[in-house]
């Protein structure tokens, strides 16, 4: 039997109207707000997927969705609903953002937000997420290693469950 935990993070969240010059306070709810919600669906669905599957083959499986804010975590609560997911198959984990990484990710979706122009410039380098990306990948991992120890993590894609380039992915022989 092995042990699977795996875990995706994601941060789909898209600026508000007005200025973004302060994150005092509030203004992380009033400048940001849940964006688009299709890949963090389908990566709830993957984790599901995994867990249902690899649990049938007899392994133990367990999923971290870590995202952005508790908005985010409500909205997945609905899918567990709608989807029919029992309690335990995906642990949803708010990343708990402090000043300085919100700060990062508003300053990145308004260099993406500007990049998605017909006349801007260098898309290619701006219209990317690495810095929210980064930021929600190393607080996943830094739960799940918080909860199961530091553990050898799989970088490459074909040696993952089902080849989904996971976020997080560690392979147990023994069970935990």
Known sequence: MKTYILGMAKSPLQLTKGTFNSIEGD?????????????????????????KELGAQGHKVITYLMVATPEVVEKVQKWKEKYEVGEGIVHVVNASLNQAEIRQLIEEKAKNKNANT???????????????????????RDCIELKHGKREVIQERKEMPFQINWDYCCVLMDSL
């Open 118 to 140: 017909s006349n801007a410039r260098n898309k290619e380098v701006n219209a990317r997420a690495d810095v929210g990306k980064g930021i929600l990948e190393d607080k996943l």
């Open 27 to 51: 203004a992380f709810s009033r400048t940001i707000k849940p964006g688009s919600s299709r890949s963090l669906e389908l990566d709830f669905l993957r984790l599901v997927y995994a867990a």
